[in-house]
Nanobody, 117 residues
Framework: QVQLVESGGGLVQPGGSLKLSCAAS????????MGWYRQAPGKQRELVAS???????NYGDSVKGRFTISRDNAKNTVYLQMNSLKPEDTAVYYC???????????WGQGTQVTVSS
């Protein structure tokens, strides 16, 4: 059973930084891509950032230049470095992994990020 466990969320002031981690139960090299999504109350879940098996990255327009996604295959972990946080970044952040050569996705349980003074 695949498990994705997010951590690193919390309360931070506007302009601050947080680093989220998504630890997988097995090798992340078996996934064609992994990504971070977020969902704010009353809004649809949206893509924040993704990283492919080959290391290509993609970002949502609202986070470009502020967030950075990275992966450490040896630790089976994907990270999301979030800088210059804004109140509108407040949401539950989810990690997703897509199994290579399939459309099967696995999701983590989410971690709350709250940006407030």
């Amino acid at each position: 059973q695949v498990q994705l466990v997010e951590s690193g969320g919390g309360l931070v002031q506007p302009g601050g930084s947080l680093k989220l981690s998504c630890a997988a139960s097995g090798s992340i090299t078996r996934y064609s891509g992994m990504g971070w999504y977020r969902q704010a109350p009353g809004k649809q879940r949206e893509l924040v950032a993704s990283i492919s098996h080959g290391g290509s990255t993609n970002y949502g327009d609202s986070v470009k230049g502020r967030f950075t996604i990275s992966r450490d295959n040896a630790k089976n972990t994907v990270y999301l470095q979030m800088n210059s946080l804004k109140p509108e970044d407040t949401a539950v952040y989810y990690c997703k992994a897509r199994v290579m050569f399939t459309t099967t996705d696995y999701w983590g349980q989410g971690t709350q990020v709250t940006v407030s003074s």
